[in-house]
């Protein structure tokens, strides 16, 4: 196999890695790869921070490992290579009835991505995470072979649920696909006045899918506002799909100036009329809208952007609230804000989610920006939540040790199996994960 040195980089593209990347294609290649060298896997490199590189390091491309190698039509039940996308498997299993239990915000991360990240999507409070749908995971280190599942080597099935990719490289997953009626989705969009009226939609949701986009330029009575999105599938006369566009160029630093945010904040929020509206839309449009847009993070110039994203537990959300008004003062913010309820439900000792309110939101790269994520951090260890280390590239060890309890146990298993540390990645090294206390 040939390694090829390549400049890669983080989704916010503030972070970047220069360093040996390997592409194997079949599982032969990878097998003999792993063998050779003990080195992290990565995908579409959607994390936003240094989650997915290794700079001067080796690592391996995982994105040509995308096939599937057995489907269940009967239970839904699939067993694919780790670089197959979340977005193909929608594509290829919606028209049978069958679709991913959960699905982040982006098509485009691998399989092999979400079980390392053990991400959540717009239903979470009803199906949990990612990885409480995985049936068995393939794990290769050396020449070993390991599969976990959640009954045996069940520490090591935990430890690799959300845990960035230290207990080896992902080769295959075994999934459980939900049944779908169809490949659309039955949209429901609603006004949230303001933080109260926000909170309250999201805790009144009966819905199978929930999301709320928020105005973090909103001040003063309007603090919080938002639109509700609310959704169910189903099957129907499927709408046609919306031209894809691109991001040629880095947008200059004014693209996203506060007055143009708030300009736009403002256009975004009324376009929902006061007494809501439904549609129509295809499932990509409704999980995965940014997709549409390649390169999208190109939007925040040359220098890159932030993504601060947490989860604070369900009587923290006057604190939550602290945390916006700080973000709305600023004057930092970008369109690209998401509040949503999350329900209890996580995988592995180091994975994000638990029961609680989770804010997103983007800002461009600047000093000042950096100042208020880490005002931001030091208020969601005061109020007992946790950052999201998919999105991170600014945290402190620390902190993020005291925000998952369970870290002395990861660090315990990850350390069995990789005890020289071949794994570490520049985030793992950042924060120092594989050191407990």
């Known amino acids: 196999m040939v390694w090829k040195t390549s400049d890669y980089a983080g989704w916010g593209r503030v972070l970047t890695a220069s360093g ?26 959607r994390s936003y921070g240094d989650a997915s590189l290794n700079d001067g390091g080796r690592a391996i491309d995982m994105t040509r490992m995308n096939r599937i190698i057995a489907f269940d039509a009967e239970a839904g039940v699939v ?24 699905m982040p915000g982006t098509g485009f991360a691998t399989v092999g991505g979400c079980i390392a990240q053990d991400v959540h999507g717009k239903n979470h409070h009803n199906e949990g995470s990612f990885g409480q749908h995985i049936l068995s995971v393939t794990l290769l280190i050396g020449e070993k072979r390991t599969v976990a599942t959640p009954d045996r080597n069940a520490g090591l099935f935990r430890a690799t649920m959300g845990g960035i990719g230290q207990t080896g490289v992902i080769a295959e997953a075994k999934l459980q696909l939900k049944p779908c ?4 989705m039955m949209v429901t969009e609603r006004r949230a006045s303001d933080w109260d009226e926000h909170l309250a939609h999201l805790d009144g949701s009966q819905a199978t899918y929930c999301v709320g986009w928020i105005d973090a330029t909103a001040t003063g009575s309007t603090l919080g506002r938002g639109i509700v999105e609310e959704a169910e599938l189903a099957a129907g006369l499927l709408p046609k799909a919306k031209p894809s566009k691109s991001v040629p160029l880095d947008a200059p630093n004014f ?13 975004y929020y009324r376009r929902v009329p006061t007494s809501g509206r439904s549609s129509v ?17 190109r939007l925040y110039g040359k220098r890159g952007f932030y993504q601060f994203q947490n989860v ?5 959300a006057y604190a939550l609230k602290a ?37 997103a939101v983007d800002f461009p790269a600047r000093d000042a920006a ?17 950052l999201y280390l998919a999105k991170d590239a600014l945290a402190t060890g620390p902190a993020i040790k005291a925000m998952y309890s369970e870290h002395a146990d990861w660090v315990k298993a990850v350390n069995k199996v990789d005890p020289d540390h071949a794994l570490e990645t520049d985030m793992v090294r950042r924060l120092n994960l594989r050191e407990a206390g």
Not at 20 to 40: N, Q
Not at 323 to 351: C, D, F, N, Q, Y
């Open 255 to 267: 693209a996203l100036s506060a007055p143009i945010v708030r300009t736009f904040n403002n256009a």
């Open 312 to 316: 604070v537990p369900l009587d923290q």
């Open 281 to 297: 839309k295809r499932i990509d449009d409704f999980f995965f809208p940014l997709d549409k847009i390649h390169d999208w993070n």
């Open 181 to 184: 009626p169809g490949d659309v």
């Open 370 to 386: 950096r100042d208020l994520i880490a005002m931001l951090e030091d208020m969601t260890v005061d109020a007992g939540g946790r």
């Open 20 to 45: 040996e990347l390997a592409r194997p294609e079949r599982a032969r290649s990878l097998k003999a790869i792993v063998a050779d060298t003990t080195c992290p896997a990565i995908g579409n490199c």
């Open 323 to 359: 945390m916006l008004k700080e973000i709305a003062g600023a004057g930092l913010a970008s369109p690209l804000a998401v509040l949503k309820r999350m329900g209890a439900g996580r995988a592995g000792h180091m994975s994000f989610p638990m029961e609680g309110y989770t804010l």
């Open 79 to 102: 067993t694919v290579e780790a670089g197959i996308t979340i977005g193909e498997l929608a594509h290829i299993f919606a028209p049978q009835g069958w679709l991913p239990a959960v």
